[in-house]
């Protein structure tokens, strides 16, 4: 089947630049998420891209897609403690359901 | 505070019993998103509502069911419970009838079924 794939682990230090990758399988996809999930909490939608854009930035948070690649990045600059998190992509083939990754888990250290 | 309400936030029982769990959109959203999200199979969508009527339907066992009902909060019905539905159970709402760029996501329901 489709998949979204993303590595589990990232660790940075405080104050450097962090850079999450994924990649998807299903190019039909129109929409590709960034979601934060901090220790018992649910998802919280960070920042999205449609799939005719390469790039969009937001604050501290730029979205890198690659889509003959199928990839996707997020860059987080100047990383902080708050920002030690789980984070995950998913994509949204047709607009209904969503397929997410399994997550990467960003450890900031100070 | 995302503004989606989840009961109860944890739920112990038994294999073989039958639970729901409640989910209250934000004020003025139409649309309900169950997720289920475990360790062995990450985060999968579960069933969509969108004003009171069945949306989209993802990797929901038959063993579950849900409904959204006239003032738009939603539950999902787990029978017949296995050990492997033991899981985080995440409702989100969103304003829209597809997978929106606004979901907004609840706590979650944390089922343990021993």
């Known amino acids: 089947g489709e998949d979204v794939e993303q590595s589990l682990f990232l660790s940075v230090r405080e104050g450097d630049s962090s850079v999450i990758n994924c990649t998807y399988t299903?190019?039909?996809?129109?929409?590709l998420y960034w979601y934060k999930q901090e220790p018992g909490a649910g998802l919280q939608l960070l920042t999205y891209?449609?799939?005719?854009?390469d790039m969009k930035q937001d604050q501290r948070l730029t979205v890198l897609l690659n889509k003959k690649d199928k990839h996707l990045s997020l860059r987080i600059a100047d990383t902080q403690t708050g920002d030690s998190a789980i984070y995950f992509c998913?994509?949204?083939?047709?607009?209904?359901?969503?397929?997410f990754g399994a997550g990467t888990r960003l450890t900031v250290k100070p | 505070d995302s503004g989606v309400t989840q009961t109860p936030k944890h739920l112990i029982t038994a294999t073989g019993q039958r639970v729901t769990l409640r989910c209250s959109p934000r004020?003025?959203?139409?649309?309900v998103y169950w997720y289920q999200q475990s360790l062995d199979q990450g985060l999968q969508f579960l069933i969509q509502?969108?004003?009171?009527?069945?949306?989209a339907k993802g990797n929901i066992l038959e063993r579950f069911s849900a409904q959204q009902f006239p003032d738009l909060h939603s539950e999902l019905n787990l029978s017949s419970l296995e050990l492997g539905d033991s899981a985080l159970y995440f409702c989100?709402?969103?304003?829209?009838?597809?997978?929106?760029?606004?979901?907004?996501f609840g706590q979650g329901t944390r089922l343990t079924v021993v």
């Open positions: 299903d190019s039909s996809s129109t929409y």
């Open positions: 509502y969108y004003n009171g009527e069945e949306r």
């Open positions: 004020s003025g959203d139409l649309s």
């Open positions: 998913a994509e949204s083939p047709n607009n209904n359901d969503m397929r």
């Open positions: 989100a709402s969103s304003d829209a009838q597809g997978a929106n760029t606004e979901a907004f």
């Open positions: 891209i449609f799939s005719n854009m």
